[in-house]
T-cell receptor, first 113, second 113 residues
């Protein structure tokens, strides 16, 4: 499993764009990058996944450079309700064998008015 | 239209008194997971089912057992809860071909008195 490193915490204000970068230097060829969001007293929620370049959905964008050794989750125009812990996970999840999700410490995002 | 339902949301038990937590899903996913999440920590996988095939994590204590009588239901049994077992217990499901996209329940918060 590729080890991931994220900032422990980030602060932002409503309406700003937030970029959370995750480092995964030993990512393997078949590994995918997955991000989850967790609100207090709730289970994590899948946000986005990607393999390379850029992926965008209704919630966020995921930017992955060519070397794939890092990735950046971009949240456009955050609101107070985006205050949560964001986890970056990397693994070969598409093969027929089992690859568990290993949650790291995550990044605690605090959005203020 | 909750997809992964955990009952109860809060459970209080006494030290050493067996307790069972339940999880049901409407997604018809063949993989189900149980995680333990202690305060301010990341979720940690206890075990998972691939259909009826039970897979225990190496460091999951014997005190934790699980049952999956059918596709929809999965139970976590804690035979003799200790004070250190107080935590949030999260159930999740996924398809076998996209194990990184897991759907989590809201969790059961277990208190041990």
């Amino acid at each position: 499993l590729a080890k991931t490193t994220q900032p422990i915490s980030m602060d932002s204000y409503e309406g700003q764009e937030v970029n959370i970068t995750c480092s995964h230097n030993n990512i393997a060829t078949n590994d995918y990058i997955t991000w989850y969001q967790q609100f207090p007293s709730q289970g994590p929620r899948f946000i986005i996944q990607g393999y390379k370049t850029k992926v965008t959905n209704e919630v966020a964008s995921l930017f992955i450079p060519a070397d794939r050794k890092s990735s950046t989750l971009s949240l456009p125009r955050v609101s107070l309700s985006d205050t949560a812990v964001y986890y970056c996970l990397v693994g070969d999840f598409m093969n027929t064998g089992f690859q568990k999700l290993v949650f790291g410490t995550g990044t605690r995002l605090l959005v203020s008015p | 239209d909750a997809m992964v339902i955990q009952n109860p949301r809060y459970q209080v038990t006494q030290f050493g008194k067996p307790v069972t937590l339940s999880c049901s899903q409407t997604l018809n996913h063949n993989v189900m997971y149980w995680y333990q999440q202690k305060s301010s920590q990341a979720p940690k996988l206890l075990f998972h089912y691939y259909d009826k095939d039970f897979n225990n994590e190496a460091d999951t204590p014997d005190n934790f057992q699980s049952r999956r009588p059918n596709t929809s239901f999965c139970f976590l049994d804690i035979r003799s809860p200790g004070l250190g077992d107080a935590a949030m217990y999260l159930c999740a499901t996924s398809r076998e071909d996209s194990k990184n996209i897991q759907y989590f329940g809201a969790g059961t918060r277990l208190s041990v008195l």
